[in-house]
Each structure stands twice: as structure tokens, then as C-alpha cells.
């Protein structure tokens, strides 16, 4: 009898053979969000708003009102997002195609780089540098900056200082390599924004958002654990809620891999 | 004789906390002109429009001359002490629980001869300088100072008992993002506030005093967010029963009309932070406050809201934002209602611009940190309702009093330069 990949799978996840990591932060209204300049309208956290707890408002049932925009949280952006994928098909999340919400990720381990440094920016060589270790980054898979920045307290999270954000993220040349030498599904990161936290003032501002969706790919920020990720083959499940007309949304992120 | 007031002692959980029973409340529809007079601090009584008598009680028809008209008229706060009495066994139950009680004759000096709460170094012959006071049931009543030696209104209990002297008090400030934070808690503990709760949303967003607060030993930083029900709730979890005076500074400032670029998003999140904010509020602390009225003599006091002098008019320069502090200004008018059954002040505070970066583009005068805070402590100690900041708060209030219509018509189409 031969056995089918759902089987082997089936098997995996009832075994405890395969590891499912959380990707996820919680979604609570203390997270810190993208922080604009407060004229433009802005991301704001979630809201919970208790519609009955077992009380005279609904006596056996607990529920809340959830108030997000599609950018809170950890959370998925799709390539309508930004300007430059405004005009691609199917670059909203409700139009997607599935196949692109399941996809294996190679795994670039930034941490000590970034301790050391909150504005280190992931270039070329270090992509290089690590084909050269875990091999060539394979097409249509996942690219995720692992930087630790999750284990920060939510002050240093967001290192917001008077010029703006301080936080690690790709350069423009290391982004458009992925996209022209690799063709990645996506970049993720740990930080609140795929870019890099002083990117408005990169020559060409927030790289990572303007070049990814023009060639509509996705991203993913806010994730947790990359840590214990494997460098290469962890299965990214990231299925963003089917918003209508929706340029992202919150949504829990899971990775499947290996037991180590 | 009284003691300087001692602070509070804590409670001594064997005891039932002491419940509120308040003074009479009921009031004839005129006899509110002197509410409104007490409300913004004014020594102001009702004048026959026909002949100029001033007549206290207010009446239905001026008992000189049999005119049907009255308006209130402000005149000078100064009479003669005719009689002292003290009450040492009231019948009312508010009275009798906080006798001695002294109550005092006074003629005044532009006419009439009225029954007045009395500090206690009042005198028989002796000048006395008046005031119109909220009582603890929100009601109009004259209270008699005297004049020679100015007493020392603040130690007296009677006089406590009418207004909100943040003395010994605990206050929780809710959002100290507000540029006025630092001005009122150094003005608060001067005033001896025993501890100043202040509120932080956004724990991870820098602010720029935050250090500065946390150097006062009587301060504490917490963590609050007027926008979540949540951040409210544990807050008053924790700190509920520990608050004497709240002060909620949550503001939300977006200028431009309607159809300037975001207002609807802008307009949501100013309802939200101001009006839904003082919702959730008042939904937590609000029950709290109106259970500790009568809690000791530092008990709960005082519920203190800011807005902006565009919440009593329309401005298209500031559509949405106006719209916000109007539903709120609204929805303080209720609680204020809801929380005169346990004896708590609300004091609405309205001021034009600040000197936020947001109303950079507002013509002066402007209305200081400084002074701002200033205002809410003279109004707290005043035991006011009504409080209007800086010039054009001022000119608000009078223009909308004097011809509503026009006011409309000239402070709604009022463009602000760039």
C-alpha cells in the first residue's frame, strides 16, 4: 500500500513528530503598533469590547467586539498594501491565491548582529553568506529576518526615539536581490514593519514595502519565535482572514518543523 | 475653634464605610439662577428687570414693585453678620451626623437678608464676605466668611464640605500624555494632594516628562487607556476604592473640518478617546466614587473633565473634534446628574486653545499649561461646575449667552489661519 503525503502528515502531527511553533504574538491592546506622523490616520491597536460575560447583557455566554486595522498584531500584508502594488491582480487578501498561504522559509539568524545594533540592516553578502552555509534560497519560499527583537519589553520593541523608530530590517539592494535573484514568496520580520525602522529616510523610502508588493509578494511582520526555527524548511502557515478588499489582516502564524 | 485638618487615617476594615445622606435637594425653577451663579464662582443674585431690587429667595414676581422678570445680576459679595446660630442637634440626618453646624443671618449690602452657612470665626455685627456655594447635593446655598480676618475657609469643615480641596485627597490624573500633567501635579501637591495616580496609555511610546513624574515620591505612573475597557477596568480593580479626585485629561485633537483629508478616521478616534473614553470612565469609577462620598473627611469629591470651549458650539475648523468634546460634554451632563446622589462634584473645564503643537495654527491668546492647571485647582477649591479658561473660552460662554443664533453664525464659519 502506498502511503500518501496526507497520511504522512496525518501521522506526523498525531505522533508528535512534527513540531507546530507559534509565530504569534497575542493580540492585545497594549502591543505596540506602526507609529505615523499623527496627521496621517493611523493603526490602531485592537480594542476589545465585552458584549456579555454570563451577565444580564447575554447570561450564558461570554463574547467581544474586536476593533483592529488590518496592520495590528502580527500580522500579513498583502501587495495591495502599498501604492506600488495597487494595480496587480489578486493582491488583496480575500483574492489570494491559497497555495501562497502555506509555504516552506529559509531562516537568516540576524540576533547577535542585532543586539549589538538596533539599526542593522540584512545585506547581499549576509543572503550570500548564508546560501553558503544552508544552500540557495529555492523560489516561491519564505525569507524571515530572525533578529530576537520579540523577546524585547514593548518600550524597547518599539524604540521609538525623536527621530523615529530604531529597529533592524533589510536594505533596498538586499530586498530587490531576493525578489530578482531568489523570487521569495515574502520577507518576514520580528520588528512592527518589514522595513527597517529608520527606512523612511533610505534613498528609496521603506524598500521593503515599495519592492515587495510592486512585484507582489507578501509580507510578515510582528512574528515571534524565529529562534526555534529551523535555518531552512520550517512550513509557514499564514492564512490572513478573508477581508473584503483587505490589504492584510492580524492572523495567527504557525510553522511546522521538524522535532529537534 | 478647629484643628487643621489631619490626613486621613487608613480605614478600619471592621467598620462599615459611612454612607451619603444628603442636604434637601429640592429647588424651585428659580431659585436655580443662583445654581447657575454658584456653578462658575459668581456672587450673582436675581434683580427685578422692572425696579432693580435684588429679592432672595428668588420669587415668581418682585415683591416691590409686582414685576414678573428677573435676571441674575452680579453684585458685591459684603453684608453684616445679624445672628450666629449653631446647631448642635440638627434634625436632618446630613446635618446631624456633621454637627456642630453653624448657620448665619446676613443682611447684605445690596439688600436682602439671607441664611448662610457660616465659617466658624463668624460674628455677631461683624462684616462678612459671601459666597455662593454648591452644597453637597449640588443645590445653591450662601455661605458666610468674615471679613476682618478672612478666616481660613479651608479649614473649616462647612466649607469642605462644599467644595473639593485636593488636601490629603487622592487624585488620579487619566492621561498624562496631556501637556497639562506636569503643571497640575506640581500644583497638586502643593496643594497637598496626599497621592497623584497618573494614567499612561501607550506604555511604550515615549513621553517627555514621564521622568520628572516619576521623581515625586507621592506620584504613581500607571498604566491606563481611556480607549480600552479592559485598561479601565484594571485600573479601577486595583486603584478604584484609593481615588478621591479624578481629573481626566484624555484628549484627542485632530483640527480641520470634515472634509479635510482622514477626518472620519480622526473623528472616530477623538468620540472614542472623549466621549466613549468618559463612558468607560464613568461605567468603573464612577459607582466607586458615589459609594465613598461621605467616606471620612477626605472621602470622594470631585470628578473633573476638560473640554474644549468648541464643545458648547459649532466650529466647521474643527468639525470632528468639536463634535467629540460635544458628546462628551453631553454625556457629563448625565453623570454629573448620576453622581449628585453620592455627592460628587462634576467640574466641566473649558478652555480654548493650547499651546499643543496641534493648535500651532490658532490664533492667540492661547491658554497655557499654567494657567490651565491653575483653573482646575481654583475650581476644585471653589467647589465650581462650570470653569472657562483664557479669553476666548470666556467670549464663548458670554456670546452664547448674550445671542445664541449669532454666535452660531460667527464661531461656526470662524476659519483658523495657517
Known sequence: ?260 | MFKPLEPPKNKDPLHRTRQLVLPPRARSRQAHLFTQAAAEGRFALPRCKTCGQFSVPARDCCPNCLGGEYELADTAPSGTVLSVTEADIPFLNYFRERAPWRVVLVRLDCGPTVLAHGHYDCAIDGRATMSLKLDKAGQAVFYAAPAETGGDPLSDPQWREMTADPRHRRILITDGRNPVTPALVRDLLQAGARKIFVGLPDLWKPLAWENELRQHAAVQVVPLDVRSERSVYELVRAYGAKIEILINTADHIRPGGYLAPGQLCHAADALDMLAMGLMRLAASFGPVMAGRGADGEAGAVAWVNLFSAYAQTPSAALAGYAMAHAAALNFSLSLRAELAGGGIRVMNVFSGASDSDWFQTMPQPRVTARVLSRSILDGLRGGLEDVHVGAVAEDIKERLRANPKAAEREISSTRFGG
Open chain 1, 1 to 260: 500500500m502506498t502511503t500518501s503525503i496526507q497520511d504522512i502528515l496525518a501521522e506526523a502531527l498525531t505522533q508528535g513528530t512534527l513540531r507546530i511553533v507559534d509565530l504569534t504574538h497575542t493580540l492585545s491592546p497594549d502591543f505596540p503598533t506602526l507609529v505615523l506622523p499623527p496627521e496621517f490616520a493611523q493603526a490602531t491597536p485592537v480594542k476589545i469590547e465585552q458584549l456579555s460575560r454570563y451577565d444580564a447583557a447575554g447570561p450564558a455566554w461570554y463574547w467581544n467586539k474586536l476593533t483592529f486595522s488590518e496592520h495590528t498584531g502580527t500580522h500579513f500584508d498583502a501587495p495591495a498594501h502599498w501604492v506600488t502594488g495597487r494595480d496587480l491582480p489578486l493582491n488583496t487578501v480575500d483574492t489570494m491565491p491559497l497555495e501562497n498561504m502555506i509555504r516552506p522559509a529559509c531562516v537568516i539568524d540576524c540576533s547577535s548582529a542585532c543586539a549589538a545594533d538596533a539599526d542593522y540592516l540584512l545585506t547581499v553578502d549576509v543572503l550570500k553568506e548564508w546560501e553558503d552555509r544552508h544552500g540557495k534560497i529555492p523560489a516561491g519560499w519564505w525569507v524571515l529576518m530572525r533578529t530576537d527583537w520579540y523577546k524585547k519589553s514593548s518600550v524597547d520593541y518599539a524604540n521609538l526615539k525623536a527621530d523615529g523608530a530604531h529597529t533592524p530590517g533589510p536594505t533596498q539592494e538586499a530586498i530587490q536581490w531576493l525578489i530578482e535573484e531568489r523570487d521569495i514568496i515574502g520577507f518576514g520580520t520580528e520588528t512592527i514593519g518589514t522595513d527597517a525602522g529608520q527606512a523612511g529616510n533610505f534613498a528609496l523610502p521603506f524598500p521593503a514595502h515599495s519592492l515587495l508588493h510592486g512585484a507582489g509578494k507578501y509580507g510578515l511582520q510582528c512574528l515571534t519565535n524565529l529562534d526555534k526555527l529551523p535555518a531552512r524548511g520550517a512550513i509557514i502557515v499564514s492564512a490572513p482572514l478573508k477581508v473584503l478588499d483587505g490589504s492584510g489582516s492580524p492572523l495567527r502564524v504557525l510553522a511546522l518543523a521538524d522535532t529537534e
